[in-house]
């Protein structure tokens, strides 16, 4: 039997949860048919996680690609469906990759499992960043180079903790309903093991009565905690806090059952969300706003 | 005599010759493997110059390796036994603004300081450091090559004081001995 999961309208890091709902009862094994004919738009967040969703799957699921036009090609652009095609059995209009020309989307979708995999993301993102953030965001150069650190960081954490590969995408676009500004927003999601187990593999964890998955993404987001011994270690993700905090950008990081978020004036997401649908793995989502006050 | 070691150089020879970029943990490991292993040739007593001027990007993981990493073998802490296996300094060539946000990320991080010239030429002690020896190693630096009790004129502070100081700033590896005086890391790179 196959299930059917309908993905939304509008696919990001809020409504994905939708997803996840209608997975959460479902077993590994069981076939599901993700429809997303009457899909009109998916942020990096949304393509990256419905690839690692496919991961988590033992049974290949399908997937119904948009019918929009529009919404096919974007997503053809932005290089899902290379994957998808590996990923899924897919039904519909998916188009074939077609190299992206245009600058909305600043990184398609990449694989990231190994330490290469992070110099090539780097390399990439530096050729095209430079120019448009400081065009359409509005933030200097400096600014780009930081931005390219916080990619980075962000990668390693793919490769250093999460025991399986995953995905990043970078992409700008006009975030007209909660924002009214341009957005630079980083997507890195993998099906690994997720910040809980990874810490729990250090010996140096603290004992505690409470420890989930909140309690993880607590310690390794805000306290930079990490599962090395190594006092050196746990400052990626400090440094992209840092990064954020600088140009009032918003972190969010989800991982098992729960997800942290360090929110920006801008925004009205909560810092800490729990009893969220099991998912594995860690998925990250990092936002730049356009900066205005200095036009 | 000032050694000189191009960070790109080591990248090029111990990673990839296709990148530029300093970032992720393995390549700065790498690189630090490949500094060692220049500076056991140099003898035991060294001042090395290294050069970031051709370095593209550098990441908080990497300059953990690279910079604090290969700094903390050197830097005697309060209380240490263990004096370290040579006598090492080093000034930081060609660091530019986004260099300097991870290298001084890192160096809090493991309460350390280096001295670092900037890609415009400036000469400056970048880290963690309390004001007073920050003070020492720039009136050092003015001076050039000194003794404690030329240092102590002109502080204006007793000679024990100023020993004390100027064997702190040595202990941090910013300052070394020479002969009788004192000569602060970055006046003589």
Known sequence: ?295 | MINHIDLSTVLRRTVCDLYSDLVTRPTGAAVRDGIEKQLAELGEHTLTVIDFSHVGLLDYSCADEIVAKLLIQYVVRGGAVDLPHRDAYFVFRGVNDAHLDAIETVLERHDLAIVAQTDDGATMVVGNLAEPERQAWEMMFRLGRAVADDFRREAGIALDEAERTLDALCRRRLAMRLDDGYVAVGATA
């Not at chain 1, 039997?1 to 409504?15: A, E």
């Not at chain 1, 309903?177 to 250090?202: H, M, N, P, Q, Y």
Request: proline content about 4%; charged content about 25%; hydrophobic content about 40%.
């Open chain 1, 1 to 295: 039997m196959t299930t059917v999961i309908n993905v939304p309208q509008s696919l990001d890091d809020k409504s994905f949860e939708a997803v996840l709902e209608q997975l959460a009862p479902l077993a590994l094994d069981e076939k599901v048919l993700l429809d997303a004919r009457h899909t009109r738009w998916a942020s990096p967040y949304g393509l990256t996680a419905l690839l690692t969703l496919a991961q988590t799957r033992l049974e290949r699921p399908t997937l119904s690609a948009p019918e929009a036009e529009e919404t096919t090609s974007y997503w053809a652009r932005t290089g899902f469906y290379r994957y998808a095609e590996e990923l899924f059995e897919l039904h519909g209009a998916a188009h074939k990759h077609r190299p992206s020309t245009e600058s909305d989307v600043l990184l398609e979708i990449t694989p990231v499992a190994k330490s290469e995999d992070v110099h090539e993301v780097v390399w990439r993102i530096q050729q095209k960043s430079q120019s448009i953030l400081a065009r359409e965001l509005n933030i200097d150069a400096r600014a780009t180079m930081g931005f390219a650190m916080t990619l980075s960081e962000a990668c390693q954490n793919i490769v250093e903790h999460a025991g399986r590969g995953g995905w990043v995408a970078v992409q700008t676009y006009r975030w007209q309903r909660r924002l009214g500004r341009r957005v630079v927003v980083i997507a890195v999601c993998d099906a690994g093991v997720g910040f809980r187990k990874s810490l729990e593999t250090s010996q140096t964890r603290r004992l505690s009565d409470r420890w989930d998955d909140g309690m993880a993404l607590e310690d390794a987001v805000i306290r930079g905690v990490s599962r090395f011994r190594d006092p050196g270690r746990g400052q990626g993700l400090a440094g992209v806090r840092r990064y954020i905090g600088r140009w009032d950008g918003k972190l969010s990081v989800r991982s098992g059952t729960a997800r942290i978020a360090i929110v920006p004036s801008w925004d009205d997401d909560v810092p800490l969300e729990e009893n969220l649908p099991y998912f594995p793995g860690a998925q990250m989502q990092i936002t730049i706003p356009e900066r205005v006050a200095d036009r």
